[in-house]
């Protein structure tokens, strides 16, 4: 069993919709979750940090659900500019900390 | 802005060869890291590392070693490439221990026929 799942899609969905994505995490020591946004044929970045007490940026919203295990990310009055492939990540402290990545939910915005 | 240079773009190498992948980073991050990520399974750690000479397994590390003699400065060596490395390799650096946001490099696509 993989220690971040993730449905791979593809979300199709029209302009100004919101969608949600969901992830679960296996390791119930991990300490922090983020979600990174990756473009077709581009490297990762960082598009916000998850918190316990869930926040927002903008149309985007993060929620973590420590005690089931699951993290999610609602956009809102999706854009064109949305599409992309969206990479859940957990942070596992071993001897040293580890992200540990998803393997992404793809998200296709059409006009 | 951090800025993560990896060498090569696109390689194409053949079985046997041994292949050098090269970063930079020029914002003086103590931590490092290789990655691969192929279809369906995202990114797997290979290996990191958290100052100069210091180098740590990841978790995929067979087939592959690193060498991180300066601190902006980390190589994925692949001793005797095989074609089940084929896939896009991808560097980064954090400057927090806790190493909570990754800046990537562009990656480098490998090709091993």
């Known amino acids: 069993r993989k220690e971040v799942e993730q449905d791979p899609g593809p979300f199709n969905v029209p302009e100004g919709a919101t969608v949600a994505f969901n992830c679960t995490y296996s390791?119930?020591?991990?300490?922090?979750f983020f979600w990174y946004r990756q473009d077709c044929r581009k490297e990762p970045k960082l598009l916000m940090s998850?918190?316990?007490s869930g926040n927002e940026d903008g149309r985007f919203t993060a929620q973590l659900n420590r005690a089931s295990q699951y993290i999610s990310l609602l956009i809102r009055d999706s854009k064109l500019s949305d599409s992309a492939t969206y990479l859940c990540?957990?942070?596992?402290?071993?001897?040293?900390?580890?992200?540990?990545f998803g393997s992404g939910t793809r998200l296709l915005v059409r006009p | 802005d951090v800025k993560v240079t990896q060498s090569s773009r696109y390689l194409v190498k053949r079985t046997g060869e041994k292949v050098f992948l090269e970063c930079v980073q020029d914002?003086?991050?103590?931590?490092m890291f290789w990655y691969r990520q192929d279809p369906g399974l995202g990114l797997r750690l290979i290996y990191f590392?958290?100052?100069?000479?210091?180098?740590e397994k990841g978790d995929i590390p067979e087939g592959y070693s690193v060498s991180r003699e300066k601190k902006e400065r980390f190589s994925l060596i692949l001793e005797s490439a095989s074609t089940n490395q084929t896939s896009m390799y991808l560097c980064?650096?954090?400057?927090?221990?806790?190493?909570?946001?990754?800046?990537f490099g562009s990656g480098t696509q490998l090709s091993v026929l």
């Open positions: 914002m003086d991050h103590e931590n």
């Open positions: 390791n119930s020591a991990s300490q922090s």
């Open positions: 590392s958290y100052d100069v000479k210091m180098k």
């Open positions: 998850v918190y316990s």
């Open positions: 980064a650096s954090s400057e927090t221990a806790r190493n909570e946001k990754l800046f």
């Open positions: 990540v957990v942070n596992k402290k071993d001897s040293s900390y580890k992200l540990i």
